[in-house]
């Protein structure tokens, strides 16, 4: 009669496969969920330099906008999600970030949101300023700033 996975004395028989499967599983979900929050992060901004920042924890939802300043026209551009908004539909896009954070995450409004800011260092204040105004319209109180700590 044939036996599942025993030993001649008893012993269980330890088997890889199982676990390789299941490993490479959780690779490709770790993987996906990084490839989801770098596509988020414009590489073309320059952050501003700040010798104290500390690192930001992970475990909030947030919605992350960039604020691109274009030299030529000295105007800055707003790109949340990889798309450029016009100023006045900022806040619209938090709002439906906000709704969106909450159903994965909680399924009703999410107290832990919050708006990171990411200005390039050669946008004006009144641009960045904007920013956090769209981002109170919204109804967010927890706004951060990314910078760099180092050049």
């Known amino acids: 009669m044939a036996g599942g996975g025993g030993g001649a004395e008893g012993e269980p028989e330890f088997q890889i ?13 770790f993987m996906s969920i990084t490839t989801t929050q770098v596509l988020k992060v414009d590489k073309s901004i320059a ?9 930001k924890d992970q475990a909030r939802n947030e919605a992350i906008v960039n604020v691109r300043w274009d030299p030529v026209k000295k105007k800055a551009e707003y790109v949340i999600d990889d798309r450029v908004y016009a100023l006045e539909d900022v806040s619209k896009a938090i709002i439906a970030a906000k ?7 909680t399924h ?11 200005g390039d ?31």
């Open 99 to 105: 709704k969106l954070g909450a159903t994965k995450v």
């Open 17 to 29: 496969a199982p676990m390789i499967d299941v490993l490479l599983v959780l690779l490709i979900f």
């Open 121 to 151: 260092r050669d946008a004006s204040a009144l641009s960045v300023s904007l920013a956090m105004n769209a981002a109170a319209e919204a109804g967010v109180s927890d706004i951060a700033f990314s910078a760099v700590n180092k050049d």
């Open 47 to 55: 952050l501003p330099l700040a010798p104290d920042a500390l690192k």
């Open 108 to 118: 009703s409004s999410n107290p832990e949101f919050r708006v990171v800011i990411r």
